[in-house]
């Protein structure tokens, strides 16, 4: 049986539900390990916003931790969801990246001009035996391909590479303290063991509430970069429960989730540019008031953002020991004196030792 349509949760009750899903209600006693597979993934486009989001999070967190699981290759960073870079747990890399394949396959298919002639399945196999002799460059991958296919374009052969194959970028990129060029090879190369189709999207939905919800199928969507994902949601709905948004998009969620009365209390958090918290669901206003959007981006870049009682409050920078903050509205001399706490804390953990927090204007 169906589960009845139950009542209507307002902005505060969905941003409280969803700040405790994402552990940003209060610092959770938690391995990073563990985080990373409870959050679905981190967004890595960039090398630092991985520990910055898991020092937001987590009681006690070490960069350290996470750059050990990297190097461990217990977490990869790869190209999943929305086709951007996310660092996942071994296991959830096997089972997601299999499931994003057509999104992969239609991104091929915008670049069919500049593939005309190429075999893909060849194409495939050509750049698979290449990076799995030694990690490769992307300009060493294009360039082996353009050997075979002189004729094709660059550019679309190094995009049919990264999307028909699962590559990961090897360690040093991406941890802390070190660098290196991103350099790829395949998740089995790497880490021993192949894609699996074992948990399947049933289990993802269940996941992505248990991190994300109450949601619509729309946010969900949003989330993976995929769409046609409504039979899914009915064929589950008998194990979900059912709320309305103030619009009344109807909200599906797990029975037993946490959600907690909306007059709890926010601490102030800082997160990096492209927290999945500000990108997973279709409507955003459980966590960026309407006044405010557009203020965490500028162009196509994301900013580093400052939750405020819950919801996007400002944007921040860190240069030279120093975090400037940049609030969007008047803020209470109490909440300031929080916010300098923990742009104080964040900076001992993740800088370069004790640092200050000031109050301006933050560029871009």
Known sequence: MASPARSVLGVRAL???????QLLLGRAAMPAGGAVAHLLGLQAQNVKPPYYQLHARLAGFRPEELGRLMEERQVVRMVTMRSTIHAHTVQDARTLRPLVQGARDREVGYFRKGLAGVDLGALAGRAR????????????????????????????????????????QVTPRGVWGRGGQVRLTTLERW????????EGMDGVVLRYLAAFGPASVKDMQTWAGLTRLRGVFEGLRPRL???????????????????PDPGTPAPPRFLPEFDNLLLSHADRARVVP??????????????????????????????????????????AAAVKEEIVAEGEAMLAALGDGPGKVRFGSVRG
């Open 290 to 331: 309407p006044e405010f959007k557009g203020r965490n981006t500028s162009g196509n870049q994301s900013r580093c953002v400052l939750m405020a009682d819950g919801f996007l409050g400002g944007v921040w920078a860190a240069a030279g020991g120093v975090v400037t903050v940049e609030l969007f509205r008047e803020t």
């Open 15 to 21: 941003n409280r539900a969803t700040l405790a899903r």
């Open 129 to 168: 035996g290449f990076v799995e002799e030694e990690p490769r460059t992307m300009g060493e991958i294009r360039e082996e391909l353009l050997r075979q296919w002189p004729g094709a374009d660059p550019q679309a052969l190094a995009v049919a590479a990264r999307c028909l194959l699962p590559l990961v």
């Open 191 to 198: 880490t021993g063991k192949g894609e699996r189709e074992g």
């Open 241 to 259: 429960v059912t709320f309305r948004d103030e619009n009344g998009v109807e909200l599906f969620d797990l029975p037993d989730a946490p959600r």
